[in-house]
């Protein structure tokens, strides 16, 4: 089992019920499967709560597979030069999600997948210069009823985050937008167009 990061929740330090029940949790798990973790943003004090057992990969991420290869990474710093010599890159970070209202004022937020693609002329020389076929981009959602996510297809207060976004390089109005369950709903440009309507 492989962990893309924010295992804990509180920055910059840790609570005692993290402190107390991580340890708990990464036992657990390691009976049994092998537990990975690619840390995130809010995995600061994360080395001291995880068994030997539980191996940490570096933040800018890991690739899998010999010939159709995968790139998994957090999101919160860019990925490693490797990781965009990969057929997919598999991040977090963002908690994407879509919102639905009704004529009534009723309100709905679910949590959704986001299949991207990557324009590699915004991406930073060092990685630019590698890059022969960019890979697809897919964004995680937050797998928690405790974070409702950022809606994509609503003019929310801030940008997806991260540098990957934050350079531009995410071809956003493009995305295809995913339910959980895997339903299609369209793009994001679609998508906020019909949310204008509303």
């Given at each position: 089992m492989i962990i893309?990061?924010?295992?804990?929740?509180?920055?910059?330090?840790?609570?005692?019920?993290?402190?107390?029940?991580?340890?708990?949790?990464?036992?657990?798990?390691?009976?049994?499967?092998?537990?990975?973790?690619?840390?995130?943003?809010?995995?600061?004090?994360?080395?001291?709560m995880a068994p030997a057992s539980v191996k940490l990969h570096n933040v800018q991420g890991i690739v899998l597979?010999?010939?159709?290869?995968?790139?998994?990474?957090?999101?919160?710093?860019?990925?490693?030069?490797?990781?965009?010599?990969?057929?997919?890159?598999?991040?977090?970070?963002?908690?994407?999600?879509?919102?639905?209202?009704?004529?009534?004022?009723?309100r709905i937020v679910e949590q959704v997948w986001l299949r991207a693609s990557i324009n590699p002329s915004k991406l930073p020389n060092k990685i630019r210069e590698n890059v022969t076929k960019p890979p697809g981009l897919l964004v995680l959602p937050a797998f928690?009823?405790?974070?409702?996510?950022?809606p994509v297809?609503?003019?929310?207060?801030?940008?997806l985050i991260g540098p990957l976004f934050k350079s531009g390089a995410v071809n956003l109005k493009k995305a295809q937008v995913y339910l959980l369950d895997g339903t299609f709903l369209g793009n994001i440009e679609n998508l906020k167009k019909l949310s204008a309507r509303e």
């Open positions: 893309l990061g924010d295992v804990k929740h509180n920055i910059p330090i840790s609570s005692w019920q993290e402190w107390r029940e991580i340890p708990e949790f990464f036992e657990e798990m390691s009976r049994l499967v092998q537990v990975e973790v690619v840390p995130g943003n809010h995995d600061g004090d994360l080395r001291g597979g010999k010939k159709k290869k995968v790139g998994l990474a957090h999101g919160h710093a860019w990925p490693a030069p490797e990781l965009f010599d990969t057929e997919l890159l598999v991040t977090g970070h963002n908690h994407p999600a879509i919102e639905f209202r009704d004529k009534l004022g009723g928690s009823e405790l974070v409702s996510g950022a297809n609503r003019k929310i207060p801030h940008d």
